[in-house]
């Protein structure tokens, strides 16, 4: 069965420091692979998407990277600032369909003053 | 920034009450869905919605939910005969057919209480 699996453990890291965030999947060939940001108690946020031919996106301080042989996405928040706690999901996304959503569990990220 | 918005933002129902979610989607948008987090889990999809009808549905979308467009803005859930198990924050997504990343665009929620 298809799965996606993120740092399960919150991760915390320190005010200007780069957090790196993980996801991995199984049994998927996403043509697509999204990330959202989701705070406590509010509906998740759409930050990036990488399609499957691009090794790596960015957009402001945020990279990720996609490497369908591994099967893996790395999400990079350079220079990290407390506004940046949140939880982050990975979604890879398949072509066809309607293209719902799965989501992986997300990782919670704290980035201490 | 056109935005989706959903009513009520916190719902309390007893057990065996019909409950009544609605959203109102962004208003160039042609996909919908709904998806529901119970405190502490992971966002799960319920159900998408296209062209007036529903396109997929998963396992936890049983007979006792149903979802509507009654008019051209609102998208509604209904749960027929609510359970404990139903307590969770019920999110409404939407994206246009032109989405080439198919990012969707959540509501902010209803949470939903069921005594």
């Known amino acids: 069965s298809q799965k996606i699996e993120q740092n399960s453990e919150a991760l915390n890291i320190q005010e200007g420091k780069t957090a790196t965030l993980t996801c991995n999947y199984t049994?998927?060939?996403?043509?697509?692979l999204q990330w959202y940001r989701q705070d406590p108690g509010r509906g998740p946020v759409f930050l990036l998407l990488?399609?499957?031919?691009?090794k790596e996106k960015r957009k402001e301080r945020l990279k990720v990277t996609f490497d369908t042989t591994l099967k893996q996405s790395l999400f990079h928040i350079t220079a990290s600032q407390p506004a940046d706690s949140a939880t982050y999901l990975c979604?890879?996304?398949?072509?066809?369909?309607?293209?719902?959503?799965?989501f992986g569990t997300g990782t919670k990220l704290q980035v201490i003053p | 920034e056109p935005e989706v918005t959903q009513t009520p933002s916190h719902q309390v129902t007893q057990m065996g009450q019909e409950v009544i979610l609605r959203c109102v989607p962004i208003?160039?948008?042609?996909?919908f869905y709904w998806y529901r987090q119970i405190l502490g889990q992971k966002v799960e999809f319920l159900v998408s919605?296209?062209?007036?009808?529903?396109?997929?549905k998963s396992e936890i979308f049983d007979d006792q939910f149903s979802v509507e467009r009654p008019d051209g803005s609102n998208f509604t859930l209904k749960i027929r005969s609510t359970k404990l198990e139903d307590s969770a924050m019920y999110f409404c997504?939407?994206?246009?057919?032109?989405?080439?990343?198919?990012?969707?665009?959540f509501g902010p929620g209803t949470r939903l209480t069921v005594t």
């Open positions: 997504a939407s994206r246009p057919e032109t989405s080439g990343g198919y990012e969707q665009y």
């Open positions: 919605f296209y062209n007036n009808e529903i396109s997929e």
């Open positions: 979604a890879p996304i398949s072509t066809g369909g309607y293209q719902k959503v799965t």
């Open positions: 990488i399609r499957e031919n691009e």
């Open positions: 208003s160039n948008h042609l996909y």
């Open positions: 049994n998927y060939s996403p043509a697509y």
